[in-house]
């Protein structure tokens, strides 16, 4: 019969019974200055500090691209026949980029400029040029589906009825 041994992890402990942490390496990806705070004062990583939060508003503008951009697949996606899903996803192709353009001063405070340190102005114009773009799209695939009136005919029920230049009337007999 096969002798059974029992498992044991041994980290090299010195005769007290203390481990030395100094010859226990460190597992695989760990990295101690990972969890440590770095310090943000100075005046070389003030310029640096900067710039990354000029970065982050950038990044808050075209951040907007891929949900745009996923929008415009899904109404590209739902066809051009006039069905309940197409239209949902038409009139919410509409509706979001009409209330994000409306509501970009939320996404880009003035507090964020940091009293006029950060530009803000180009981000908040990019993020509502990319809405614009959406809102093109939606509009476009509006005009797919026949839904907006861009033909004459489609105004007939608004012209007024032409007055009649003759009459006629019912049938009269003449003289059998």
Not at 100 to 107: F, G, L, Y
Request: charged share 20%; with cysteine.
């Amino acid at each position: 019969m096969a002798e059974f041994r029992k498992w044991r992890v041994d980290f090299d402990a010195n005769e007290t019974g203390v481990v030395d942490k100094r010859r226990v390496p460190d597992p695989p990806g760990y990295e101690a200055s990972a969890g440590r705070e770095v310090s943000t004062s100075g005046g070389a990583r003030g310029g640096a500090d900067l710039a990354t939060k000029q970065a982050a508003v950038n990044g808050r503008a075209y951040g907007q691209l891929k949900s745009v951009a996923f929008l415009c697949f899904i109404m590209y996606m739902s066809g051009s026949q006039i069905h309940l899903f197409s239209i949902m996803t038409t009139v919410s192709g509409i509706y979001q980029p009409l209330m994000a353009i409306v509501n970009s001063e939320k996404m880009f405070p003035e507090e964020l400029s940091e009293g006029g340190k950060l530009n803000i102005l180009y981000p908040r114009l990019l993020y509502c040029l990319i809405q614009a773009g959406g809102l093109a799209f939606a509009l476009w695939k509006l005009n797919g589906m026949g839904l907006l009136p861009t033909h004459a005919s489609d105004y007939v029920s608004a012209l007024a009825v032409p007055r009649a230049l003759e009459f006629s009337s019912g049938g009269v007999q003449l003289g059998v």
